[in-house]
């Protein structure tokens, strides 16, 4: 990285921007200061005059309203109709340009589906709908047809789209925090070749959850988010950004970003082993229990006594509704969640599962009502095949916290360089 860029000021305008992963991105693509910009619309105006800023990216709900302000503007941006990047020239004139248009060809390419000759549609009809339509367009797609709420073509006629075969979300609906909605049934879609959703928090939306069980080829919106985000890069400091470094990021952001849960019997040492685990991989600790427990005024252990195993089971697919759209974080989960089929795509949202085995007779028993109301290797058995169903990574547990820790985080970095 140069250092020749570092007192350059850049950075991000939008209305909400809380849960933005710019900063990191940009800090790994150059060493200029990337600040956030959270602007009523009011203040946009002011702003835009005020110099503040050298360059800048703009995000929902300002890519059309900036143009107004704008000296030139890029051929691209002004067939999106959108600007999402903004550089002021030394003779202090502001011109925009769209990277969107960039970071979508980019998500095609990694995904390294065909588009050319295929039927698509593109769910909502934003701005980033725009952009995803010019390159689906420039791509040679035989078909595009935007599914609006209040267009020709909506959610009430969508039968008539069941033979589309490109699929692409570029509506908010399953992004962080209202995560596990789809805005289509995709079962319905028998001729569907691939999904591409725009949304990256939480990396798999009920959409993409919904293809990885169909077994179609799909993908979430971090490589796009990646890519623009290095294409304005270039806009901002003049300097190439390669491949590699593009793909680096993504896989860093990534890895950063997934929860790691920990799933097995009662008494196996997830609270322990994910404490050492949040602490070595940066993640803050969640225990599921614990969280029940705060919620409902009772632990897990009375609420099963006193209300019965099914109502708690419901109670706890809620708590793990709320913390597992969490990012970054390394949650120990109750021994008994893989008993319910249903909390597999919310640990899986956003997550990596990792089973810690454990031999039965070290098991620890303290304070678990099911652990000695019924033989543990009965309550094993049962559970023993939805583990590893559940599991993307199975470890055995050692004497040694630290130890088991460390075997997580070594098979972790295994699978991601695999
Ligand atoms: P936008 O301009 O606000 O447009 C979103 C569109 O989605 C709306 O025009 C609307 O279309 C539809 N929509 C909104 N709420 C809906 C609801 N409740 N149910 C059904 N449809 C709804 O936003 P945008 O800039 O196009 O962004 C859209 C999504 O793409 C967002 O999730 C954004 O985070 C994501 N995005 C990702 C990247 C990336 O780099 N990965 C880049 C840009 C955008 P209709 O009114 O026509 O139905």
Known sequence: MSTQNKDLRCGLIGEHLGHSFSPIIHSQLANYSYELFELVPSELKDFMSSGRLDAFNVTIPYKKAVMPYLDEISDEALLIGAVNTVVKKKDGKLIGYNTDYFGFS??????????????????????????????????????????????????????LHYGAE????????????????SPIDLKKFTNCKAVFDLIYNPSRTRLLLDAKKLGIPHINGLSMLVAQAAKASEFFTGNKVDGESIKKIIEDISAKTENIILIGMPGCGKTTVGKILAEQTDRKFIDADEEFSKHH???????????????????????????????????????????????????HQNGRIVYILRDIDKLSREGRPLSQNSSLQKLFEARKDAYIRFSDIMIESTEIPELTAKK???????????
């Open 106 to 159: 980019y998500m095609i390419d990694v995904l390294g589906v065909e588009i050319k000759g295929k039927s698509a549609i593109v769910l909502g009809s934003g701005g980033a709908s725009a952009t995803v339509c010019a390159v689906l367009s420039d791509r040679g797609a035989s078909k595009i047809t935007v599914i609006s709420r209040g267009g020709k073509d909506n959610y009430e006629n969508l039968h």
């Open 166 to 181: 490109i699929i692409v979300n570029a509506t908010p609906l399953g992004m962080y925090p209202n995560n596990g909605i």
């Open 297 to 347: 005024s009772m632990t897990p252990a009375e609420a099963i006594t006193s209300l019965g195993e099914e109502r708690f089971r419901e109670l706890e697919h809620e708590t793990l509704s709320r913390i597992c759209k969490e990012s970054s974080a390394v949650i120990a989960t109750g021994g008994g969640v893989v008993t319910r089929e249903y909390n597999y795509d919310l640990l």
């Open 408 to 418: 997580i985080i070594d098979a972790i970095n295994k699978k991601e360089t695999e």
